[in-house]
C-alpha cells in the first residue's frame, strides 16, 4: 500500500469534517428524537493534548485517546436518558471489507459505538457490532431514524463538496 501524498491526508480530513458537519446538523434539524449531541473525538475534546499526543508514552492509552468516537448523542425520551456514541466516516465507496476492518477496529476500543457512513449514493447506519457479527455488512439509514428527504438534501450538498 502507498503512502499517502500530505495533499491526499488533507483532501481526506476535510471530507471527514464536511461528513461530520453534515452529521451534527441532521441531528439538530430532527425534531423527532430530542438529542443531545456532544463532539467528542479528541481533537474536540481535549484540543491540548491532541498536539501532544506524541508525548503520551503509553500506546494503549494512545490509542484509546486517538480512538475515540467523534459524537456522543445522548436522547432524553422515554423514562431515563440513553447514550449513543458515533463515528461519521466518509467513503467514496461501499467496500465491506474496510467496513469490517474499521468496525473491528472501533470495537476493540469502543464496543457500543455506531458507525455512521456517507458514500456520495446512500447513508449506512448500524451498531459496530453488528457490521462485525454481519462480516461487513452495515444497513441503510433507516427513515425511523431521519427523515428520509432530508437524507436525500444532505447527500445533495455532500457532493457538491465532495467531487
Request: net charge positive.
Amino acid at each position: 500500500m502507498r503512502k499517502k501524498s500530505s495533499k491526499e491526508v488533507l483532501r481526506d480530513f476535510v471530507k471527514g469534517k464536511i461528513a461530520e458537519l453534515l452529521f451534527e446538523r441532521m441531528v439538530k434539524k430532527d425534531k423527532t428524537h430530542d438529542y443531545v449531541v456532544i463532539p467528542f473525538g479528541y481533537e474536540y475534546s481535549m484540543p491540548e493534548l491532541a498536539k501532544y499526543k506524541k508525548y503520551v508514552e503509553c500506546r494503549k492509552t494512545k490509542n484509546i485517546l486517538s480512538r475515540s468516537p467523534d459524537f456522543v448523542l445522548i436522547s432524553n425520551k422515554g423514562e431515563k436518558p440513553k447514550v449513543y456514541f458515533i463515528e461519521v466516516k466518509y467513503r467514496s465507496n461501499l467496500n465491506k471489507d474496510e467496513i469490517l476492518k474499521q468496525a473491528k477496529k472501533i470495537c476493540s476500543y469502543w464496543p457500543e459505538t455506531y458507525l455512521f457512513l456517507f458514500t456520495p449514493t446512500q447513508i449506512y447506519f448500524e451498531k459496530c457490532f453488528f457490521i462485525k457479527k454481519n462480516n461487513g455488512e452495515i444497513k441503510e439509514l433507516s427513515e425511523d431514524v431521519f427523515d428520509k428527504e432530508y437524507q436525500k438534501l444532505a447527500l445533495e450538498v455532500l457532493r457538491e463538496f465532495i467531487k
